[in-house]
C-alpha cells in the first residue's frame, strides 16, 4: 500500500465517540526488540480534540497540538452540545476537502451537522433530515456519502442510520430517511473500516444489563449483519464488555519487516468500578485479542482512540479521555514497546464533561 492509498483509505472513516478520521503518523519508527517492534510514541502536531467544555454553556471546544509541542484552544464555531462530538474528513473533490462535525444540539435532541476546510474554522451548523438522538452520533465516510450512526431519541434506543445524498458543505446536504440496523444500545456506537476493505465495522454496548461488547458489519450502510461479541472465539468465549461507549478505529499492527498489517482496534472502559482503559485488537474483526491495560489510565467517559497524524506510512495509535478523578481534565497517551502505554499526559489546563473525539486535516494536495 503507497502512501497516497494508505492517506485515501486513512480519510474515509471517524472513530465514535468518537471517533475520529486518521492518517499516517509522522512523528513513528520501529525498533527491533528481540525481532519485535517498538513505537516511539509521540503525538503529532496537527492532532486536533474536539470537547464539551467544562462549563454550563455545553459549548463544543477544540484545542490542537502546535509544532511548539503546546495545545492551542478555541471554540468550534458558536456551537453547543451536551454529548462529545464525532469527526470525519472527506476525501478531496474540486481541491476541497471538507472536514465535518456532527453532534447533539442542545435543545431537542436534534441532530446536527457543520462543516470546515480545515478542520478549526467550522461553519453554521444544520439538522440532519430532522433526526435527533439521545447520546452522541458516529460519522464516517462510505463511498461518495457520510453516513451517520445514532441511538433513537426515545425508549427504544434502537441504533439508526442515515446517508447523506451528497457531499458537500453542511448547508446543502441532503439526507435519507433513517433506517433500522436491527440493532439497539444505551451509548453511542463508533465506525470504522478495515484497511482498504469495503465492509464497515460499528462497534456498540448491548442494551442489557451485561454490557456486551458487540460488532455489527455492513457493506452499504443500509443492511446490517447479525452481532457477534467481541471474544477471542465468539459464541464460544465469553466476551468483553464495557460501562459506557466503545472507541474503534482501523490502524496497521506492527510486524516486523514489514509496513503492518490492517487492524482495527477497540478502546473502552472496563464494566467494573476501577473504571480501567482497556484496548483490544483484531485482524479480521470477527476474533478479538485479549484486553490489555491501557498504562493503568482510567475514565469515566468513552474515550477516543485514533491513529496519529499524517505524515509516514507507520501510523500509531493515540487514545484522548477525560480523566477520572473528578477534575475532568483532558489526557492523551500512546503506546510503547510491547503491550505498554506511556503515562497519560495532560492535554494543557483543558476540561470536558463529555467524552472527546480526535481529528486530524489532512490537506487536499496530501491527500490527493
Known amino acids: 500500500m503507497n502512501k497516497r492509498d494508505f492517506l485515501k483509505m486513512s480519510a474515509r472513516a471517524a472513530t465514535l465517540i ?110 440532519i433530515g430532522g433526526q435527533s438522538s439521545k447520546a452522541g452520533p458516529a460519522l464516517a465516510m462510505i463511498g461518495d456519502s457520510l453516513l451517520l450512526a445514532y441511538v433513537a431519541n426515545n425508549s427504544s434506543n434502537d441504533l439508526l442510520v442515515t446517508l447523506s445524498k451528497n457531499l458537500t458543505i453542511a448547508e446543502d446536504m441532503q439526507w435519507g430517511l433513517d433506517l433500522r ?17 469495503d465492509t464497515i465495522f460499528m462497534a456498540y454496548v448491548a442494551n442489557n444489563d451485561g454490557n456486551a461488547l458487540l460488532v455489527s458489519t455492513s457493506s452499504d450502510g443500509t443492511s446490517w449483519n447479525a452481532p457477534t461479541e467481541v471474544s477471542t472465539n465468539p459464541g464460544k468465549v465469553a466476551g468483553q464488555s464495557s460501562k459506557t461507549a466503545p472507541s474503534l478505529c482501523s490502524f496497521l ?9 490492517p487492524a482495527l482496534a477497540m478502546a473502552y472502559v472496563a464494566n467494573n468500578d476501577s473504571n480501567q482503559l482497556l484496548l483490544t485488537t483484531s485482524t479480521d474483526g470477527y476474533h478479538w485479542s485479549n484486553p490489555i491495560l491501557v498504562g493503568g489510565q482510567s475514565s469515566e467517559m468513552a474515550p ?51 467524552a472527546p473525539c480526535i481529528g486530524y486535516y489532512i490537506p487536499p494536495a496530501v491527500l490527493k
Open 18 to 127: 468518537p471517533v475520529a478520521a486518521f492518517g499516517a503518523n509522522r512523528g513513528l519508527r520501529y525498533v527491533a526488540v528481540d525481532d519485535e517492534p517498538m513505537f516511539l510514541p509521540s503525538v503529532d502536531a496537527g492532532t486536533t480534540i474536539y470537547y464539551v467544555g467544562d462549563s454550563g454553556a455545553d459549548s463544543l471546544l477544540l484545542t490542537q497540538l502546535n509544532a511548539s509541542g503546546v495545545w492551542a484552544g478555541s471554540g468550534a464555531g458558536g456551537h453547543s452540545s451536551p454529548f462529545g462530538p464525532t469527526y470525519v474528513q472527506a476525501y478531496p473533490r474540486d481541491d476541497v476537502t471538507n472536514a465535518y462535525l456532527a453532534y447533539v444540539g442542545v435543545n431537542g435532541n436534534e441532530l446536527l451537522l457543520t462543516s470546515s476546510d480545515d478542520g478549526i474554522h467550522f461553519g453554521s451548523s444544520y439538522g
Open 181 to 197: 440496523t436491527g440493532q439497539s444500545s444505551k451509548f453511542s456506537p463508533s465506525l470504522s473500516y478495515l484497511g482498504e476493505g
Open 253 to 261: 499492527m506492527p510486524k516486523s519487516g514489514t509496513l503492518g498489517v
Open 304 to 354: 477516543a482512540l485514533s491513529t496519529n497524524g499524517g505524515g509516514s506510512l507507520n501510523p500509531g495509535l493515540v487514545l484522548a479521555y477525560v480523566a477520572s478523578n473528578g477534575s475532568n481534565d483532558l489526557y492523551v497517551t500512546t503506546p510503547g514497546a510491547g503491550t505498554t502505554w506511556s503515562t497519560g499526559v495532560r492535554v494543557g489546563s483543558y476540561t470536558s464533561k463529555a
